[in-house]
């Protein structure tokens, strides 16, 4: 980032998110006065802004005028998980590492999530992975709402280990091998039956989980998921 | 990225990186070629480019002109180790979470670490991470230079364990970790002290790394990273 114009701009950003001064919802001042401010050109201040959008820093809002600055947000995985997905669209990153290292933290997760105290924020976040499995077990359910709701059902568990690092990283690796699922599976023999197992796995994750048996679920978590990706290789 | 006028540009790369067609280390079409052939404007293509280039997945010939185009690469950590730490910074993203989620998987790269059978590649990596070591080992070497040695020592040995997500996400982990470490070294009692315990530390997992003692390297690893960010929180 170091040889770009707006690095300057970047830069004083990171500054005032770490010293407080500018914070996740305050509006960033409208392009002219930054490009002003900061003695670069509008166009090297939208690039900066776009550079911050693309990675979940900035909200939508950017560059919808000179006035009505962006807002500073925190979406961390939603931004990774494109990044990620699109080094490995440039193969240098084998879908087998990914899988394999999401197995590894989500197990983790799974293990910490069944351990987790907090009963008020357990109690939601289980009824919110119950009713992604309730909806995936109808069988007229659309493939892309099945995949949608399966990758919510993980995120809910992963959530209750309380690790925002571990959640965001397990997030961005799940959705960054979305369209490689999504691809493989019109190829399944039986993707009806391969539901149906998919839907068990997802069951028996969520009564170790619920019933607080850390190593039964992180255990069932790995086996899901390698399962999983090796039918589909 | 749905609402950006460059989401075209980007969805083509994407789909090209998948099929071949475009691969790392191949130039792209000048910015006024790009422009014509997604229909939009050349300060969108210019902020598509940015993007790509934020992410690692473009150069840094981005921008030098309308005829010299960008060149393919892949450099996840150093994109998204910058991504992270600016999440870092929002607060939205505790330090403490990206060090316990950096445990876990450089616990497990190192255990792979020491099981790793190939010879060739073994005996190369752990001649750089031992020559960091030496260089360490200087009490009059600068903390910039230390804390640079000490990132590589620990990436040499995460990168034996032959997972290349693994080896991004802890990097990337540990670099967005970097800035905190080098404000919080300063306000250490007895900073050449705990100099000389991180090199212990490392001479530890170094030498279970290389006698193949996987429990051991995983734990020593373990405790180095808890025990480190434990004095300086």
Same mark, same amino acid.
């Given at each position: 980032?170091?040889?770009?114009?707006?690095?300057?701009?970047?830069?004083?950003?990171?500054?005032?998110?770490?010293?407080?001064?500018?914070?996740?919802?305050?509006?960033?001042?409208?392009?002219?006065?930054?490009?002003?401010?900061?003695?670069?050109?509008?166009?090297?201040?939208?690039?900066?802004?776009?550079?911050?959008?693309?990675?979940?820093?900035?909200? &939508?809002?950017?560059?919808?005028?000179?006035?009505?600055?962006?807002?500073?947000?925190?979406?961390?995985?939603?931004?990774?998980?494109?990044?990620?997905?699109?080094?490995?669209?440039?193969?240098?990153?084998?879908?087998?590492?990914?899988?394999?290292?999401?197995?590894?933290?989500?197990?983790?997760?799974?293990?910490?999530?069944?351990?987790?105290?907090?009963?008020?924020?357990?109690?939601?976040?289980?009824?919110?992975?119950?009713?992604?499995?309730?909806?995936?077990?109808?069988?007229?359910?659309?493939?892309?709402?099945?995949?949608?709701?399966?990758?919510?059902?993980?995120?809910?568990? &992963?959530?209750?280990?309380?690790?925002?690092?571990?959640?965001?990283?397990?997030?961005?690796?799940?959705?960054?091998?979305?369209?490689?699922?999504?691809?493989?599976?019109?190829?399944?023999?039986?993707?009806?039956?391969?539901?149906?197992?998919?839907?068990?796995?997802?069951?028996?994750?969520?009564?170790?989980?619920?019933?607080?048996?850390?190593?039964?679920?992180?255990?069932?978590?790995?086996?899901?998921?390698?399962?999983?990706?090796?039918?589909?290789?």
């Amino acid at each position: 980032m170091k040889d770009r114009t707006y690095t300057v701009l970047i830069e004083s950003i990171e500054k005032k998110l770490r010293s407080g001064e500018l914070a996740v919802g305050d509006r960033l001042p409208g392009e002219r006065t930054l490009a002003e401010k900061y003695g670069i050109s509008r166009a090297s201040v939208r690039e900066g802004l776009q550079v911050l959008n693309a990675v979940g820093l900035l909200n &939508s809002g950017v560059g919808s005028g000179p006035k009505a600055g962006a807002i500073v947000t925190s979406e961390p995985s939603k931004a990774l998980s494109w990044a990620l997905r699109m080094h490995i669209a440039t193969r240098s990153f084998p879908v087998a590492d990914v899988v394999g290292t999401r197995v590894l933290l989500e197990g983790q997760a799974a293990f910490e999530a069944a351990g987790c105290t907090d009963t008020e924020k357990r109690a939601a976040a289980l009824e919110r992975a119950e009713a992604y499995l309730q909806e995936m077990d109808d069988p007229a359910l659309s493939d892309a709402r099945f995949h949608f709701c399966d990758a919510k059902f993980h995120y809910e568990i &992963s959530s209750l280990s309380g690790n925002l690092a571990l959640e965001t990283v397990i997030d961005s690796l799940h959705l960054a091998t979305v369209s490689y699922v999504e691809e493989a599976v019109p190829r399944l023999d039986d993707w009806a039956g391969v539901r149906r197992t998919l839907q068990e796995q997802h069951r028996g994750i969520f009564e170790a989980v619920k019933a607080g048996e850390q190593e039964r679920a992180q255990e069932r978590v790995i086996t899901h998921i390698t399962w999983f990706h090796d039918l589909i290789r």
